[in-house]
């Protein structure tokens, strides 16, 4: 199997990269030709590929001559949709980052090309992987738990702007904090609530994390009303110091009417201080839910729990819920979904 990874300016192009490679039967290739807008200091384009012994092809055409069977999309957000169309008129599969796009125009008019194609829209949501998560959804679908009163979730992390200054850059990220961390747990409620569908948002957000140093917001609480009666709360924001020794984490508490179900989906490491560093460690050792996304996109589900990557339906309904959350926080009122 054939799959090129199409960018290389999301800092997860180089873990695709390296998860590919170690795939028994997947050759990879990597294309970068947008480098324009790296930052000074950032490695991208054939540099990049040479750094991790990778194939490389100097244009997205060039890599689509080569014949892959799928591609990953790790472009800049606003750049998502030019690279999925032209996946789409070679009639090749796409797994997209998140998020899906930067508008809900654009998000249509990716579905609808790829529709037209015949071709699988998939987004890279790989919390959707994680056994604490199965954990949860399967405790709820057992009825132990009752009906969802509540959610309360946080997708923390670092400001990424130190691997990549785009991220910050309301005109190539679409936004800040909220448009990178708000979409993880919206993906995990639309797969966890089934068909039930959110009704309205509410959101705020500011910058008072890094002030002055970014234009885009740093922080934001993201609460989301659903027509099965559920409220959920996001805590999106870009909290943890540069210093700390994790990028970040997520984690969800379902309160329903019998139960309280609690997961953190990066729970599993150890922790301590290296005296060499003078910093804290965080040595992980659990799942790699990057390539368990990989191998369900590449060849389908493959465990006991099913569990597909999130198709681009679902990343237009996360980004929706977005959209309304950017809305909100200009007006200061609940605004409606879609």
Known sequence: MKVAVLSFAHVHARGYLRLLARMPGVEVIGSDPDTGSAAPGEVRGRA?????????????????????DAVIVCSENARHRAVVELAASHGVDVLCEKPLATTVADGEAMLAACRAAGIRLAVAFPVRFSPAYAAVKAALASGEAGRVLTVSGANNGAMPTR??????DPELAGGGALMDHTVHIADLLDDLFGDARPLDVYAQTNNRLYEGEVDAETSGLVTVTYDNGAVATIDCSWSHPRSHHSWGGLELTVVGERATLEMDAFDQSLHGYSERRRQGLELPFGADLDERMLRAFLYGPQDSTGMDVADGEGGLRTLKIVEAGYASARMGVPVAVG
């Open 163 to 168: 691997a990549r200054r785009w991220f910050a």
């Open 48 to 68: 990049f590929a040479d750094e991790l012994g990778a194939a490389y092809a100097d244009s997205y055409e060039e890599a689509f001559a080569w014949g892959p």
